[in-house]
């Protein structure tokens, strides 16, 4: 065994830091309460700086990503980490009031006539 620090037993020139997915859920397939689907749009919500200095390095992420709205898939593209991974994460920042999931705004069941008509015309162009 060559010879170096722990931390260097832990890291892969290529890969970067070898954690296993089910560590950083720390074992949980499921998200508490209810389902985030890949659409989901979330957004931080004030992180009090006590909440702060008990987070990992992966929840920090998370709260770094969405200081703007963004997407479940969006995050799990740019953590690089599994879908389920990111939404047990994403429960867990949820019950503890960090992150807030933002509606759509309502609409009436018909869209507006004026996009409609952009849109015939549009396609009339074409």
């Known amino acids: ?6 931390e260097d037993l832990w890291v892969d020139e290529d ?4 954690v296993r997915p089910f560590a950083v859920a720390r074992g949980r ?5 209810g389902g985030l689907d890949l659409i989901t749009v979330v957004v931080t919500a004030e992180v009090p700086v006590t909440a702060a200095s008990l987070l990992g390095p992966e929840d920090e992420r998370i709260l770094e990503s ?6 479940v898939a969006d995050l799990v593209a740019d953590l690089a980490l599994p879908v389920g991974v990111v939404r047990v994460l994403l429960g867990d920042l949820l019950e503890r009031g960090l992150v807030e999931v933002l509606t759509p705004a309502a609409r009436s069941g ?3 006539v004026s996009i409609l008509r952009e849109v015939i015309n549009g396609l009339r162009a074409l």
Not at 1 to 6: F, Q
Not at 15 to 18: N, S
Not at 29 to 33: A, F, K
Not at 66 to 71: A, I, K, M
Request: net charge positive; hydrophobic share 20%; charged share 25%.
């Open 1 to 6: 065994m060559p010879s170096g620090d722990a």
């Open 15 to 18: 890969a970067g830091p070898v």
């Open 29 to 33: 397939t499921r998200q508490r309460g």
């Open 66 to 71: 969405c200081l703007s709205p963004r997407s």
């Open 110 to 112: 018909r869209p507006d």
